[in-house]
């Protein structure tokens, strides 16, 4: 199993570019969440879902959109990216709402 | 406002030893509580849970104490092992929710 895997590693953009994370998992969890952690902060969730279909608001959402639309992808959008999105984000996904599964880390830098 | 807190950024350790990180809330309407171990470049790892109807849980070297009165949980290692040097995060949720909100973590340096 390679558990939750995410799409690119790494990336520069420039401002008001746009891009997808992509977030995988291959444990048939119904929960998935994409957090971001800045320096000094912990992890603050922008979306989450609750199941195939389904997204919602986590506590940092505004210039973010997701989809869900298979059970096993997760996908965080940037339509127009900015410099205080520079950030490290990560995937998780859950069987329940509370252990967690992580992927390794996306580090995006935005100029 | 910071509704989870980890005052303490950073904690030294000799080998052997106990290490106790410590995490404080403060809203009283968190019930589910969670440590997650973090190596540089990965992903963040779970450790140990606890729920509100309990005041302690152990898993091997972990424990994680809950003090519901004073809104405070702790995780001890003993006995600390080098492979322990880690930033460690608490997170708490409500009930119903699937939104954990996370402290700003512990880096743990435990010496050999």
């Known amino acids: 199993n390679a558990g939750v895997t995410q799409t690119p590693k790494f990336r520069v953009l420039k401002t008001g570019q746009s891009m997808t994370l992509l977030c995988a998992q291959d444990m048939n969890h119904e929960y998935m969440y994409w957090y971001r952690q800045d320096p000094g902060m912990g992890l603050r969730l922008i979306h989450y879902?609750?199941?195939?279909?389904?997204?919602a608001k986590g506590e940092v959402p505004d210039g973010y959109n997701v989809s869900r639309l298979k059970k096993q992808n997760f996908l965080l959008g940037l339509e127009s990216a900015a410099p205080s999105q520079t950030s490290v984000y990560f995937c998780?996904?859950?069987?329940?709402?509370?252990?967690?599964?992580f992927g390794p880390g996306t580090r995006l830098t935005v100029t | 406002d910071q509704q989870v807190k980890q005052n303490s950024p950073s904690l030294s350790v000799q080998e052997g030893r106990i290490s106790i990180l410590n995490c404080d809330y403060t809203n009283s309407m968190f019930d589910y509580f969670l440590w997650y171990k973090k190596y540089p470049a990965e992903g963040p790892t779970f450790l140990i849970s606890i729920s509100s109807i309990k005041d302690k849980n152990e898993d091997g070297r972990f424990t994680v104490f809950l003090n519901k009165s004073a809104k405070h949980l702790s995780l001890h290692i003993v006995p600390s092992q080098p492979g322990d040097s880690a930033v460690y995060f608490c997170?708490?949720?409500?009930?119903?929710?699937?939104?954990?909100?996370f402290g700003t973590g512990t880096r743990l340096k435990v010496l050999a």
């Open positions: 998780a996904s859950s069987e329940t709402p509370w252990e967690q599964y």
């Open positions: 997170a708490a949720s409500g009930t119903g929710t699937y939104k954990y909100i």
């Open positions: 879902s609750v199941g195939e279909g389904t997204t």
